[in-house]
Each structure stands twice: as structure tokens, then as C-alpha cells.
Nanobody, 123 residues
Framework: QVQLVESGGGSVQTGDSLRLACAAS????????MGWFRQAPGKEREGIAY????????YCGDSVKGRFTISLDNAKKTMYLQMNSLQPNDTARYYC????????????????WGQGTQVTVSS
């Protein structure tokens, strides 16, 4: 079973930056995908972006494109999300997910999930 641990969340002000990290362990898959999602109270879990170890990336919407950047350090087995120009609407709990088969911008309960890290952006 894959273990995923998110870190890097916090409370910031509009315009600030944060870098989230998701450390993966406990798997031996050579082919997999990992991605970031977020969920605000009362809303569905929203896909942000996902990445393949080969380097291919897919961003999920225009709301984060140009502000958020996903990356993966294969040596550290750690996925990152660099978030710049944060806005109050970015306030949510951010989760990382793992799949050894397929991946999309839609949250799938069959993915392995981390516990999440809270990001709060005040105006």
C-alpha cells in the first residue's frame, strides 16, 4: 500500500507563495501517476494537476494555470506543488493522490490519498 504524506500548507495572505510537498513511500511501481487535488468546505474535490515520472504533466484548469507548477523529484519520491500569487479562493485542503494505472482531473476514490494539508489565504 502506498503511503502519501503532504506537507507545506499554512496560513498566508493574498499574493503570497507556498510550496507543498507529497512524499511517497511503500510502493515498488515503475509506472504510476501522482497528482494534486484540493477541496474547500461544501465543494467537491477539484483536480489541480498530475504528473508522470517521465516528466509529463497535465494541468486541470485555467484557474491555476500560470500560478501553480507541479513537479516530481524521482530520487526523493516527492511530488511538489509550487503555488504563487495565492488568492482567497485557493483556500482549501490540498491532497495528493497516487495511481498505478490511470489518472485524470476527476477525484477517484480508488486512488491512494494522503491526509491532506490545509492552505488558508486571507485577504
Amino acid at each position: 500500500q502506498v503511503q502519501l504524506v503532504e506537507s507545506g500548507g499554512g496560513s498566508v495572505q493574498t499574493g503570497d507563495s507556498l510550496r507543498l510537498a507529497c512524499a511517497a513511500s511503500g510502493h515498488t511501481y515503475s509506472r504510476y501517476l501522482m497528482g494534486w487535488f484540493r477541496q474547500a468546505p461544501g465543494k467537491e474535490r477539484e483536480g489541480i494537476a498530475y504528473i508522470h515520472p517521465s516528466g509529463g504533466t497535465q494541468y486541470c484548469g485555467d484557474s491555476v494555470k500560470g500560478r501553480f507548477t507541479i513537479s516530481l523529484d524521482n530520487a526523493k519520491k516527492t511530488m511538489y506543488l509550487q503555488m504563487n500569487s495565492l488568492q482567497p479562493n485557493d483556500t482549501a485542503r490540498y491532497y495528493c493522490a497516487f495511481s498505478s494505472t490511470t489518472f485524470s482531473c476527476l477525484a477517484n476514490p480508488n486512488y491512494d490519498w494522503g491526509q491532506g494539508t490545509q492552505v488558508t489565504v486571507s485577504s
